[in-house]
Nanobody
Framework: QVQLVESGGGSVQAGGSLRLSCAAS????????LGWFRQAPGKGREGVAA????????YYADSVKGRFTISQDNAKNTVYLQMNSLKPEDTAIYYC?????????????????WGQGTQVTVSS
């Protein structure tokens, strides 16, 4: 099994920054892909960023490209999402997710394992 625990959420002003962390445990074969997703009130789940933890390839939604960066620390089994130049529309609950294989890294249906989420609120 895989367990994922998010942290680092909070409230910031527009233009500010936050760094989210996703601590992963369990079989490494089942968490080769790590993705960040978000869900705002009344909206569906949106893929934000993803990383292949073996090769390091990254993917980003157009809405966050150039502002967000996904990275990993293999020694800590942790994936990060650095969020800069935050906008009010970034307000959402952010989830990390994992799976052993995916061909659509920003599609939530590709992931089996999910964390419980961390709230990000951006005010104007």
């Amino acid at each position: 099994q895989v367990q994922l625990v998010e942290s680092g959420g909070g409230s910031v002003q527009a233009g500010g920054s936050l760094r989210l962390s996703c601590a992963a445990s369990g079989s490494t074969n089942l968490r080769k892909w790590l993705g960040w997703f978000r869900q705002a009130p009344g909206k569906g789940r949106e893929g934000v960023a993803a990383i292949n933890t073996v090769g390091g390839t990254t993917y980003y939604a157009d809405s966050v490209k150039g502002r967000f960066t996904i990275s990993q620390d293999n020694a800590k089994n942790t994936v990060y999402l650095q969020m800069n130049s935050l906008k009010p529309e970034d307000t959402a609950i952010y989830y990390c997710a994992a799976d052993g294989l995916t061909f659509l890294p920003l599609h939530g249906s590709q992931y089996k394992y999910w964390g419980q989420g961390t709230q990000v609120t951006v005010s104007s």
